[in-house]
Every structure is written in C-alpha cells, then in structure tokens.
C-alpha cells in the first residue's frame, strides 16, 4: 500500500495570504490542499493498493479529496472518485445460489450458480427457466420455477 506524506505546507498553499488567521494560519486552500484542523494546507493524499484502494490516483492538483480515484482495481467500480466493491446478494429465487470471485466481478450480483428452477444467464445473472403455457406441446400448466430442471417443463400436458 503507498501513500504520500502528509507535511503542513507553507503560507503560500493558501489561496491568498491576505486572508490568513491569527498566526499565519489559512482559512482555504489552493487546488490538491485541504486545511487540516490546525488550519494548515496539507496535500490531499491518495493510497494505491490492492481492494478497494485506488488502482489510479487524479494528479495532485485536481484532487478535491483524500484518495481521489481514477482507476479501481478488478471487482471494484469508481463511484465519486472512491472505489467501492460490486455487491452480491446470495438468497432465493433469482438471487444468487454462489457468487462470482469479488476480483472477477464487473456489476452488482454476478453469480456462478443459481437457485433450483433459474438458470445463469450470460451477464452472469439468474433468470427463471421459462415454460410456455399453449396447445399442442406446449404446457397446459407449468411445473412451479423452483422445482424445474430445465424449460418448457409441464405438471399438465394438454
């Protein structure tokens, strides 16, 4: 994990020295400072690291917070300049039976398996196995979602 120092700048980090408090303190700062409780300018800094750190940090002078993403590591979506991990909600139905690896992740509830009745779709999604209610072949009624194998599977033929 690397971080960048976090040193009290000089009355010049101020955006003007002419609006300064008692003892050459500021009261803002210029662009990539934040004013600590001491009311000196210190930089913004930015950790770069595995998980929910940033994979990328915004140049210094445009940081407007403490780690200041561009880039989130694999499984991790930029959301406000912060990387936050893609959730995964593990239930019934169409949730999730088990979840895809937070690092293989690239939307909210990838799934390696779902729940009896529901099949993975593509996107990695879960969506009920479909069954087709007609004449001839087709279903007079549908067996319910969760006790399907497969599609177009009938408790009653017509």
């Known amino acids: 994990k690397e971080m960048e120092s976090v040193t009290p700048y000089r009355v010049s980090e101020c955006i003007s020295p002419k609006v300064l408090t008692t003892n050459d303190q500021c009261n803002s700062c ?5 004013l600590n409780d001491k009311s000196f300018c210190v930089p913004f800094t930015c950790s770069v690291g595995p ?4 994979k990328t940090c915004a140049e210094f002078a445009s940081r407007a917070k403490h780690d200041h993403c561009t880039s989130c590591n694999d499984g ?16 019934k139905d169409d949730d999730c039976a088990h979840c895809r690896p937070l690092e293989e992740r690239t939307h909210n509830d990838q799934c390696v398996s779902c729940n009896p009745g529901y099949a993975l779709t593509k996107h990695h999604s879960c969506r009920a196995m479909s069954c087709k209610i007609g004449t001839g072949s087709q279903c007079k009624k549908c067996l319910d979602v969760p006790l399907r194998t497969a599609r177009n599977q009938c408790s009653e033929c017509n």
């Open 76 to 91: 991790h979506l930029l959301e406000d300049f912060t990387c936050k991990p893609y959730n995964c909600t593990v239930g």
């Open 30 to 34: 210029n662009a990539g400072f934040t």
């Open 51 to 54: 998980g929910s750190n940033c």
